[in-house]
């Protein structure tokens, strides 16, 4: 199918271009601009009033396939991310079984394919099991077509393990994705250390959980030259030390969840487990500081931290409550609302597009001629409130649940297809 879309505000921040053009669609890619002369469209779509980016990828979703199929599916969670503008996300290891042969990430991969959702890559597991002892095949899973290897949640608490394993992936030239907190110090906690902790009662994880953790594998990744995404950043302390390995020239990239860039250990109440997550919320001056990061480029991608809960998972005690919050369908529209902290709209969907694309050295995450064609069509002024009504998710484990956004997607466009169209549109051109 030919598509063209006129009348849009197109914005791709990977090659500097912010203005509004046509954009051609011929057999699933991409044309260049000016369309050439003789391209015939099936489907015309009138973007007016719209702005139109490459589309979203999402460095940290979790499916809860295979394992955890009460509280959501490849299929249902898949969906809801092309309904978030969502065209790529990465799946980390934590499934049960474990990502750690190519037979569950194939597996994966066939699921997704066959949900006709957004397109899945899965993150293999750096050590089998995740058990932080034995390295897995990470050879076998990259030829399986996972993004690179991690271990997701559970760190490997052995420091000779951790350096073989870094120092296997460099010999491959293999992408690990870090989680930066010391077991010792965080595995106990449910929210941050400090005063409302202790006002609270809650067992709290120290800033130092993230920045000892950080240091540690930074001595690792110079010694070994591996590139290191490290995951989740929730403090300033942290952001700085990703900001001197940067300047030192070190191979590192980072992200951070994007409910990190909002919400703080304030918020928290009186024992409100939906806003329990790990890492943990933060203070205000934290919250700041990862702005902060992210506006200058120490901080490189902004993802959903994606993981929904059955209802029960939340009705528990704060501390015996699961932890995590469902956001696919948040993740643009909280992004969009960083430009009202002074955040430039461009730099903010860089964080959502060409960001995450470099990380993973695709070229998914810009406008390039001749590659399949992953659009989000939005209308940044959109205002509507996510809840059972309007979420796609299998979870509805959210804080911003009943919250007002602004800024909602009409149309995700993946591989040429038009792969979702928003009802609550259909009285628009597109």
């Known amino acids: 199918m030919n598509i063209v879309i006129t009348g849009g505000r197109v914005i791709d921040p990977a090659h500097n271009e912010d203005q509004v053009r046509p954009i051609a669609i011929q057999d699933g890619s991409l044309l260049g601009s000016p369309i050439p002369r003789g391209f015939s469209a099936d489907v015309t779509l009138d973007a007016a009033g719209l702005i139109v980016s490459p589309g979203l990828i999402d460095l ?28 790529t996300l ?17 597996w994966l991969r066939a699921r997704a394919e066959g949900a006709l959702g957004a397109r899945v890559l899965p993150i293999g597991a750096l050590t089998r099991g995740l058990k932080g002892a034995h390295l897995a095949d990470m050879h ?3 030829e399986a077509g996972c993004a690179g290897v991690g271990n997701a949640g559970m760190g490997v608490s052995d420091t000779g393990v951790m350096r073989h394993a870094l120092a296997y992936a460099a010999g491959l030239d293999l992408l690990v994705f870090l989680t930066p907190e010391d077991p010792w110090l965080g595995e106990r906690g449910v929210m941050h250390e400090g005063l409302v902790s202790t006002r609270l009662g809650l067992p709290g994880v120290p800033t130092s959980a993230e920045t000892i953790a950080i240091s540690r594998d930074l001595i690792l990744v110079e010694e070994t030259g591996v590139r290191a995404h490290f995951c989740g950043l929730s403090t300033a302390a942290g952001a700085a030390l990703i900001a001197d390995a940067k300047r030192r ?6 992200d951070c969840a994007i409910h990190q860039l909002h919400l703080s250990e304030d918020d928290i109440g009186f024992f409100d487990s939906e806003y329990r997550v790990r890492p943990p919320l933060r203070t205000r001056a934290d919250r700041d500081a ?12 902004l993802c959903s931290d994606h993981q929904p809960h059955e209802a029960d998972a939340k ?10 919050i469902a956001g696919l369908e948040t993740l643009l529209p909280l992004a969009l609302r960083l430009t009202e902290a002074g955040v430039p709209l461009a730099r903010a969907l860089a964080g959502l597009t060409s960001g995450p694309g470099g990380i993973l050295r695709l070229l998914a995450g ?42 909602r997607v009409v149309a995700t466009i993946k591989d040429g297809r038009i792969a979702y169209r928003a009802a609550w549109a259909r009285e628009t051109p597109v």
Do not use: Y
């Not at 979703?61 to 503008?85: N, Q, Y």
């Not at 020239?249 to 980072?254: F, I, K, Q, S, Y």
């Not at 990862?290 to 991608?301: K, S, V, W």
């Open 249 to 254: 020239g070190l191979p590192v990239t980072a």
């Open 315 to 324: 009705k528990a005690p704060f501390s015996d409550a699961e932890p995590g």
């Open 290 to 301: 990862l702005r902060e990061a992210f506006a200058e480029g120490t901080i490189d991608a």
């Open 366 to 407: 810009g406008l390039v001629p001749g590659q399949p064609a992953d659009l989000c069509l939005f209308d940044p002024a959109a205002p509507w409130v996510p809840g059972p009504d309007t979420l796609k998710t299998q979870g509805r484990n959210s804080p911003f649940c009943g919250a007002p956004m602004r800024g």
């Open 90 to 106: 990465c799946c980390p290891p934590d499934t049960t079984p474990p990502i750690d042969t190519p037979a569950i990430a194939e």
């Open 140 to 142: 076998a899973l990259h």
């Open 60 to 87: 940290r979703a979790r499916l809860r396939e295979p394992g955890l199929e009460h509280k959501a599916t490849v299929a249902s969670e898949t969906r809801a991310a092309l309904a978030g503008g969502i065209t």
